[in-house]
Nanobody, 121 residues
Framework: QVQLVESGGGLVQAGGSLRLSCAASGSISSINAMGWYRQVPGKQRELVAS???????NYADSVKGRFTISRDNAKKTVYLQMNSLKPEDTAVYYC???????????????WGQGTQVTVSS
């Protein structure tokens, strides 16, 4: 099994910054892509940013230039640096990892429990 534990959420004023972290643990053989998604009540979960093992990144248009995703493969951890935060960034942020467990053949998608980010105006 793979567990993803997020941290770093909280309340911040507009224009401020937060850094989210997500650490993977368990009987992990390999982790491929990792990413951050967010969801507000009544809406679908949407991609914020993703990063491959080699470091290639992809961002939602709404966060380009403000958010930066990075990862530490040795620590099995992905980060999301969020700058110039806006009230519309308020959401529950979820970490996602495509991983294979030890002894497993297939790769599965794993999700963290989510961390609340609230940006006040």
């Amino acid at each position: 099994q793979v567990q993803l534990v997020e941290s770093g959420g909280g309340l911040v004023q507009a224009g401020g910054s937060l850094r989210l972290s997500c650490a993977a643990s368990g009987s992990i053989s390999s982790i491929n892509a990792m990413g951050w998604y967010r969801q507000v009540p009544g809406k679908q979960r949407e991609l914020v940013a993703s990063i491959t093992t080699s470091g290639s990144t992809n961002y939602a248009d709404s966060v380009k230039g403000r958010f930066t995703i990075s990862r530490d493969n040795a620590k099995k951890t992905v980060y999301l640096q969020m700058n110039s935060l806006k009230p519309e960034d308020t959401a529950v942020y979820y970490c996602k990892a495509d991983a294979r467990v030890v002894g497993g053949i297939r790769q599965y998608v794993y999700w963290g429990q989510g961390t609340q980010v609230t940006v006040s105006s």
